[in-house]
């Protein structure tokens, strides 16, 4: 499986991430915060599926982006898979004439733009050869992490979270688990803001891996630009040995 961790920014600051997303395979995005801004068209244009862990905006900002510029007229679209409190966004907040135009009504009318369908907490989907499991976690706004696998490899997306249970259960059962990506938003001495936001400090993100089975990777992402060095001297101080820190721009291989 290969998992590309997309950039969201440019310049000398391209390597933090301030937007979400994530390719899989070329054909699969996870979330779509920065995916409509992804270059050559051509990365853009082989994307097929895009599923949303929830509303928020740097999850999602780029989609009405992505969707202008795939479309061809034709019966071929884009699939976006959302719980229903984010359909319901996408429907009353984006695609409703005012922020964008609705490409939702557009595609009912005529040559369709994209497709949605609901995602169920813990019912899979299959595209292909990959497998996305949804699943529950705590965030201000209903929120899933995702479960993605191929059959030989499994890798998590753990999305905007405070601490959680269920998803770990899940996690813990998969037999070829590869890789967590966990969030980490904030810097500990602002775990007041992390609770009050749903979000983690290291010291919470340290209990969130006292939940994981030892052996796969786990990648930090979602590290707020502005406490970023302080986050990233505070998770190194935990000497946690599977610890990486998310390089937007890398492409991980997982066999």
Request: charged residues 20%; proline residues 7%.
């Amino acid at each position: 499986m290969k998992v590309t961790l997309l950039e969201s920014s440019v310049g000398s600051g391209k390597n933090q991430q301030i937007l979400a997303s994530y390719i899989i395979n070329d054909v699969i995005s996870i979330d779509g915060g920065c995916v409509g801004f992804a270059t050559p068209l051509e990365v853009q244009k082989r994307i097929e599926h895009v599923f949303l862990s929830h509303s928020h905006l740097d999850h999602i900002a780029s989609v009405p982006i992505f969707i202008d510029n795939i479309y061809v007229h034709g019966p071929k679209c884009p699939t976006v898979y959302a719980n229903a409190p984010t359909i319901t966004a996408l429907k009353t907040d984006i695609f409703n004439d005012r922020i964008w135009p609705d490409m939702i009504r557009l595609s009912a009318e005529e040559s369709p733009f994209l497709k949605l369908e609901e995602l169920k907490s813990e019912t899979a989907i299959t595209v292909g050869d990959i497998t996305v499991l949804p699943i529950d976690i705590d965030h201000v706004v209903p929120t899933v992490g995702f479960i993605v696998s191929d059959g030989t490899s499994s890798v998590a997306f753990v999305s905007d979270t405070s601490p959680t249970t269920r998803i770990w259960e899940l996690i813990n059962q998969q037999p070829n688990l590869k890789a967590v990506f966990l969030e980490c938003s904030f810097p500990n001495n602002m775990e007041w803001l992390a609770e009050k936001a749903k979000h983690l400090c290291p010291r919470l993100f340290a209990a969130e891996l006292g939940k994981l089975k030892p052996g796969a990777p786990v990648i930090a992402i979602h590290i707020k630009p502005a406490f970023e060095p302080q986050i990233l001297t505070e998770l190194a101080a935990l000497k946690l040995p599977q610890l990486q820190i998310g390089q937007p721009g890398t492409v991980y291989e997982f066999k």
